[in-house]
């Protein structure tokens, strides 16, 4: 089954187009690191970010106009232990943030079964989707005009699918992963995670699958 295994975040406020941070991954097997990163500008990263010297692969993206860019990325079976994650955008802002999650148990043949986006101009975002049984619902959103905040969020489903357990975070119901904020701009991204196979997990003890950055 799919399991959560560790999390990083990274905060960027000078005024460049680069983005760092290290992360932890305890276990790999079958395993998946996601990454959601945004910049509050125009911009998309000028090639494949890496993680541990491993080029990742883009998911899905959005934007608002001038104001904001919003990103996912994943990389099969990450190398255990501390890594570092680089990334560099097409543009220069003081507002960048990213966070990557890392989980184990899924599927390597088809570890993205499908994506949801959603953008506008509210104050909350969702994006909701039907999961097959044992497979988890993850990903990210990005809000706010200048000094924006990335958060992430998971949904997992259960023995039977399209049943979904609410887990930490995100303010998620229902196969729901969904966002509140103050501020009016958001960008809402995920994916849903094949699994490996295995009785899917029913607990939700001990995660810590939610977790927020703000530059």
């Given at each position: 089954?799919?399991?959560?295994?560790?999390?990083?975040?990274?905060?960027?406020t000078n005024f460049d187009g680069t983005i760092t941070?290290?992360?932890?991954?305890?276990?790999?097997?079958?395993?998946?690191?996601?990454?959601?990163?945004?910049?509050?500008?125009?911009?998309?990263?000028?090639?494949?970010?890496?993680?541990?010297?491993?080029?990742?692969?883009?998911?899905?993206?959005?934007?608002?106009?001038?104001?904001?860019?919003?990103?996912?990325?994943?990389?099969?079976?990450?190398?255990?232990?501390?890594?570092?994650?680089?990334?560099?955008w097409s543009a220069s802002?003081?507002?960048?943030?990213?966070?990557?999650?890392?989980?184990?148990?899924?599927?390597?043949?088809?570890?993205?079964?499908?994506?949801?986006?959603?953008?506008?101009?509210?104050?909350?975002?969702?994006?909701?989707?039907?999961?097959?049984?044992?497979?988890?619902?993850?990903?990210?959103?990005?809000?706010?005009?200048?000094?924006?905040?990335?958060?992430?969020?998971?949904?997992?489903?259960?023995?039977?699918?399209?049943?979904?357990?609410?887990?930490?975070?995100?303010?998620?119901?229902?196969?729901?992963?969904?966002?509140?904020?103050?501020?009016?701009?958001?960008?809402?991204?995920?994916?849903?995670?094949?699994?490996?196979?295995?009785?899917?997990?029913?607990?939700?003890?001990?995660?810590?699958?939610?977790?927020?950055?703000?530059?």
């Amino acid at each position: 089954p799919i399991a959560f295994d560790s999390v990083g975040t990274g905060v960027n406020t000078n005024f460049d187009g680069t983005i760092t941070w290290t992360h932890n991954i305890v276990s790999n097997t079958d395993g998946i690191l996601i990454v959601v990163a945004s910049i509050n500008e125009a911009g998309i990263f000028n090639a494949s970010p890496k993680f541990a010297g491993n080029n990742l692969t883009k998911v899905i993206s959005g934007s608002i106009g001038a104001v904001k860019s919003h990103e996912l990325w994943y990389l099969l079976t990450p190398p255990t232990g501390l890594g570092t994650f680089n990334g560099t955008w097409s543009a220069s802002e003081d507002a960048k943030e990213g966070v990557s999650m890392a989980y184990t148990g899924v599927d390597q043949t088809t570890p993205i079964v499908g994506s949801n986006s959603a953008i506008g101009t509210a104050t909350s975002g969702s994006i909701a989707r039907t999961l097959g049984a044992g497979n988890w619902f993850v990903g990210g959103d990005s809000e706010g005009d200048d000094k924006g905040t990335t958060s992430t969020g998971v949904e997992r489903g259960t023995a039977a699918a399209g049943i979904v357990t609410e887990t930490l975070g995100a303010d998620s119901t229902g196969g729901t992963l969904r966002w509140t904020h103050p501020n009016v701009r958001f960008i809402t991204l995920g994916v849903e995670l094949g699994t490996a196979g295995g009785a899917p997990a029913v607990t939700t003890a001990g995660w810590k699958s939610l977790m927020g950055v703000g530059a």
